[in-house]
């Protein structure tokens, strides 16, 4: 089945980016190839498209006979972008470009399980591996789930909604998302902006599956090591957590993070700045855009310049889920691992 996809931001991102002749790129979440297309309008550009998604990669081998060698697809996560470019010997780039979150084509694919406005199975895997969303709530305890619902979804009634799906399982499994749905509507209110209850709960669980915040932080600080000196990271978030994790990073990666004092020298074996911030606000999509593009409503671009190589980058300290930093659902402790 066919599904389009209209990329967000397009025309800030490459204002950003820059593209120029000679120059290569990443795309390190191809989708559809939005912003791949984008970048190869500027002849002799060559972009790399990296997705963990088997339709994508298909898409963008389809897409490759348009552009005569200047598109290469390569399967895996973006998390992974530097050790995958270097298995095809490509030490440095001239941009990385990040769009975070679920594509167009995964989110209407009722089969893909990552909506509930079309019933379907409870899936939600990106690289249709590994846990699925099913298996994670039938088989993780009542606080496991509560914790997924309240650090990744910022849902206040998680323990609501976790004791709800421990109820339903005893009856009989939960494999679909409307099934799913009707458990969460149950027991949380509909909030004054009109957003369905079940909204928060599916994106915990999404990004749960998908180890989305770590693969964040990690192609972060692999995008980094992998930019040229003027090479441009431009991230396009579309929720608070993913935003905030993108920000923090680059503050900590900037020159400013780092002049306590102009008197005092940089410590030895301290890490030194390695990007600069070139948006001090996230950047908004125009109001004509959320027109013609309502998903693109929440959409955030941020952008930082390369301005030399880290001598010991050590990632994003982020809400991931190796446990950096970890709010407790039941205390709203946060606790450090």
Known sequence: MSFSHIPVMLKEVLEWLKPKAGGVYVDGTFGRGGYSKGILTTDGTKVYGIDRDEQAIAAGNELQKDYAGRLEMLHGRFGDMDKLLAVKGVEAVDGVVLDIGVSS???????RGFSFRHDGPLDMRMGQDGESAADAVNKLGEKDIADIVFNFGEERFARRVAKAIVDARMEKPITRTH?????????????????????????????????????????????????????MLVVVSFHSIEDRIVKNFMRERSAGAF???????????????????????????????????????????????????????????????????????????????
């Open 179 to 231: 099934q799913l749905a009707t458990i969460i509507r149950a027991v949380v209110p509909y909030a004054k902006d009109g957003i369905d209850p079940a909204t928060r709960s599916f994106q915990a669980l999404r990004i749960y599956v998908n180890q989305e915040l770590d693969q964040l932080s990690n192609g972060l600080t692999a995008a980094e090591k992998i930019l040229k000196k003027g090479g």
């Open 105 to 111: 084509p995964q989110f209407d694919d009722a089969e």
């Open 259 to 337: 002049n306590v004092s102009r008197h005092m020298p940089m410590p030895v074996n301290e890490s030194k700045p390695g990007l600069r911030v070139m948006t001090a606000k996230p950047i908004s999509p125009s109001a004509e855009e959320i027109l013609r593009n309502s998903r693109a409503s929440s959409a955030r671009l941020r952008a930082a310049e390369k301005i030399s190589d880290p001598i010991n980058t050590t990632g994003a300290k982020t809400e991931s889920q190796n446990g950096i930093i970890w709010v407790d659902s039941e205390s709203n402790e946060t606790k450090g691992v």
